[in-house]
């Protein structure tokens, strides 16, 4: 197979600009805010210690989703990531769905994170009018990507690099190597486990938001110098990042924090700093998550836009949205679309709702993920079709990432069963919706077209 480089999507207009770095800030940039907010509602759901399991269960769930992506993203004939594996592997109701999802996943972290800085803000300056800081804030950000993606990563990775530099200040500055002068007293832990079975599924959860967003590296794989070198590199790297800062995070916060006060905080990691007493990791930890959240919602436009002009390229919206700039090579047009849809959720200001409506999106998708590798591997098998990157451990990986995310799914509705029923009738409607009006534009067999071209004709199911 030729070198992506090459591909019949070069047609596009995107620049092959990014290399791995940049793919690193984007997976990380979209995830480490999952640090700074939004984990500990698995304290509150399931314990200190079920927190914990769930990070690495999770970690674990998204090592295998990394490898499933990478392979099949680095052979794509255009961009999209999961929503274009879709496309060529389930069909086009499956397509749309997914497109759908990761709009809305990404849409509702980018909202999560601005409300986060909001109330940061009003905290320390209770003066402070959130909104018009909410409205300018993500102007700015939108602004950044109408720019194009190079400018978008660029911003990314230093921001992300500061913010991870903040969680290890946290750390290092409660002497956690002396047990003797360490402010970090987790053996007073007595939140553990305290709802048991069903508490540790219900803290798993809420637990992948630690790492959700890590597989959104696949989204920019059209922009990418190398794809086979890009994408894997980056995104196991990112992976391991998150793991590492996500298990530093659950052990300062929770060494410093009352689990009761834990679960319930909007900013952890800037109440643990607080309860250190030392300014200057008061101010570290205060930028820190300014930081991310800002990166993090930075990325999220970016792979939003992505996904819903591809939804547009592909005649599943109205082709309105798949315009590129003519300078910048950017998705401005859905950047522009989908700007006010996140400044209606951040203005609600209910982040376990934003949250969870987020985290049901992306659980979805990665159920589907599993299903896209086994049709990809039944179509193309190893050999047919070259991958410079092969997930292991096939077909066990699959069913072991789906077992986990069907956890996280019964975790979350054991306190948000509503919210996912009213998730569900959503992506309901917008698939009837989508037979009703759309699906009538879409030539079949333009739409793999590019992968027949690539790929030849698949074996037989």
């Given at each position: 197979?030729?070198e992506?480089?090459?591909?019949?999507?070069?047609?596009?207009g995107?620049?092959?600009?990014?290399?791995?770095?940049?793919?690193?800030?984007?997976?990380?940039?979209?995830?480490?805010?999952?640090?700074?907010?939004?984990?500990?509602?698995?304290?509150?759901?399931?314990?200190?210690?079920?927190?914990?399991?769930?990070?690495?269960?999770?970690?674990?769930?998204?090592?295998?989703?990394?490898?499933?992506?990478?392979?099949?993203?680095?052979?794509?004939?255009?961009?999209g990531?999961?929503?274009?594996?879709?496309?060529?592997?389930?069909?086009?109701?499956?397509?749309?769905?997914?497109?759908?999802?990761?709009?809305?996943?990404?849409?509702?972290?980018?909202?999560?994170?601005?409300?986060?800085?909001?109330?940061?803000?009003?905290?320390?300056?209770?003066?402070?009018?959130?909104?018009?800081?909410?409205?300018?804030?993500?102007?700015?950000?939108?602004?950044?990507?109408?720019?194009?993606?190079e400018?978008?990563?660029?911003?990314?990775?230093?921001?992300?690099?500061?913010?991870?530099?903040?969680?290890?200040?946290?750390?290092?500055?409660?002497?956690?190597w002396?047990?003797?002068?360490?402010?970090?007293?987790?053996?007073?832990?007595?939140?553990?486990?305290?709802?048991?079975?069903?508490?540790?599924?219900?803290?798993?959860?809420?637990?992948?938001?630690?790492?959700?967003?890590?597989e959104?590296?696949?989204?920019?794989?059209?922009?990418?110098?190398?794809?086979?070198?890009?994408?894997?590199?980056?995104?196991?790297?990112?992976?391991?990042?998150?793991?590492?800062?996500?298990?530093?995070?659950?052990?300062?916060?929770?060494?410093?924090?009352?689990a009761?006060?834990l679960?319930?905080?909007?900013?952890?990691?800037?109440?643990?700093?607080?309860?250190?007493?030392?300014?200057?990791?008061?101010?570290?930890?205060?930028?820190?998550?300014?930081?991310?959240?800002?990166?993090?919602?930075?990325?999220?436009?970016?792979?939003?836009?992505h996904?819903?002009?591809?939804?547009?390229?592909?005649?599943?919206?109205?082709?309105?949205?798949?315009?590129?700039?003519?300078?910048y090579?950017?998705?401005?047009?859905?950047?522009?679309?989908l700007?006010?849809?996140?400044?209606?959720?951040?203005?609600?200001?209910?982040?376990?709702?934003?949250?969870?409506?987020?985290?049901?999106?992306?659980?979805?998708i990665?159920?589907l993920?599993?299903?896209?590798?086994?049709?990809?591997?039944?179509?193309?098998?190893?050999?047919?079709?070259?991958?410079?990157?092969?997930?292991?451990?096939?077909?066990?990986?699959?069913?072991?990432?789906?077992?986990?995310?069907?956890?996280?799914?019964?975790?979350?509705?054991?306190?948000?069963?509503?919210?996912?029923?009213?998730?569900?009738?959503?992506?309901?409607?917008?698939?009837?919706?989508?037979?009703?009006?759309?699906?009538?534009?879409?030539?079949?067999?333009k739409?793999?077209?590019?992968?027949?071209?690539?790929?030849?004709?698949?074996?037989?199911?």
């Amino acid at each position: 197979m030729a070198e992506n480089n090459s591909k019949s999507n070069n047609n596009s207009g995107s620049k092959k600009v990014l290399g791995p770095v940049h793919v690193w800030a984007l997976g990380v940039g979209i995830v480490l805010v999952g640090d700074f907010m939004g984990w500990n509602l698995g304290i509150k759901q399931g314990g200190s210690l079920a927190s914990l399991i769930g990070l690495w269960v999770m970690g674990c769930m998204y090592a295998g989703q990394v490898m499933m992506v990478s392979e099949m993203s680095a052979v794509m004939p255009e961009s999209g990531g999961q929503y274009t594996m879709a496309k060529y592997f389930l069909g086009p109701l499956a397509a749309f769905n997914v497109g759908l999802m990761q709009v809305f996943e990404y849409t509702m972290l980018a909202a999560g994170d601005v409300i986060v800085v909001g109330q940061l803000l009003n905290s320390v300056l209770p003066g402070v009018r959130v909104l018009p800081f909410t409205i300018l804030t993500l102007l700015l950000l939108a602004f950044i990507n109408y720019r194009g993606a190079e400018a978008t990563l660029t911003l990314n990775f230093f921001i992300t690099a500061v913010a991870f530099i903040c969680i290890m200040i946290l750390l290092f500055a409660t002497s956690f190597w002396d047990p003797q002068t360490t402010l970090i007293r987790l053996k007073e832990l007595t939140n553990g486990l305290p709802y048991g079975k069903l508490g540790l599924m219900a803290a798993i959860g809420y637990s992948c938001w630690f790492c959700l967003g890590i597989e959104g590296t696949a989204m920019a794989a059209d922009e990418c110098r190398s794809q086979h070198r890009a994408i894997p590199f980056g995104a196991i790297a990112g992976l391991a990042t998150l793991l590492i800062s996500g298990t530093v995070t659950w052990f300062v916060c929770s060494g410093l924090i009352p689990a009761d006060e834990l679960g319930d905080s909007v900013y952890p990691l800037y109440e643990a700093a607080l309860a250190t007493g030392k300014l200057y990791v008061f101010v570290a930890l205060f930028i820190g998550t300014i930081l991310s959240c800002l990166a993090s919602a930075n990325g999220c436009i970016n792979d939003s836009s992505h996904a819903w002009a591809a939804l547009s390229r592909d005649k599943m919206l109205p082709d309105l949205f798949a315009k590129e700039h003519p300078k910048y090579k950017s998705n401005y047009r859905a950047i522009i679309f989908l700007l006010p849809i996140a400044l209606a959720f951040a203005m609600t200001g209910l982040l376990d709702q934003v949250v969870t409506f987020s985290i049901f999106s992306a659980l979805m998708i990665y159920l589907l993920t599993c299903l896209m590798l086994y049709r990809f591997r039944k179509m193309y098998p190893v050999g047919k079709v070259k991958r410079v990157f092969t997930a292991p451990l096939f077909p066990l990986l699959p069913i072991l990432v789906a077992i986990i995310v069907v956890c996280g799914l019964f975790g979350l509705h054991l306190n948000y069963g509503i919210n996912l029923i009213s998730g569900a009738v959503f992506y309901l409607l917008a698939s009837i919706w989508f037979l009703k009006r759309r699906a009538k534009f879409i030539d079949k067999d333009k739409f793999l077209d590019a992968g027949l071209r690539e790929w030849g004709k698949p074996e037989e199911m």
